[in-house]
Nanobody, 124 residues
Framework: QVQLVESGGGLVQAGGSLRLSCAAS????????MGWFRQAAGKEREIVAA????????YYADSVKGRFTISRANAESTVYLQMNSLRPEDTADYYC?????????????????WGQGTQVTVSS
């Protein structure tokens, strides 16, 4: 079992930045592929970014490419999402997720463990 707790969300003006953190506890974290998802009101949950077990491979949704950066610190059992140049359309609840495997994973069903989410609101 892996427990995930997100933090760092909040209200920010368009063009601003936020850094989300996801702290993992429980069974070993270092060999799990990790992802950040978001869900806006009335929409389905969608992948934002993913990272493999050692940070050597990453994936970004087209909508955030060049603005968001995913990273991980395995010694600290933490995954980060640095979000720059935020836009109102980035407003959503952001979720951290851990996959059973160690690679890159892109869909909700490939992830087994989920955090409770942190809210990000970007004002225009």
């Amino acid at each position: 079992q892996v427990q995930l707790v997100e933090s760092g969300g909040g209200l920010v003006q368009a063009g601003g930045s936020l850094r989300l953190s996801c702290a993992a506890s429980g069974r070993t974290f270092w060999n799990n592929g990790m992802g950040w998802f978001r869900q806006a009101a009335g929409k389905e949950r969608e992948i934002v970014a993913a990272i493999n077990w050692n940070g050597g491979s990453t994936y970004y949704a087209d909508s955030v490419k060049g603005r968001f950066t995913i990273s991980r610190a395995n010694a600290e059992s933490t995954v980060y999402l640095q979000m720059n140049s935020l836009r109102p359309e980035d407003t959503a609840d952001y979720y951290c997720a851990a996959a059973p495997g160690s690679g890159l994973y892109y869909t909700v069903v490939e992830y087994k463990y989920w955090g409770q989410g942190t809210q990000v609101t970007v004002s225009s």
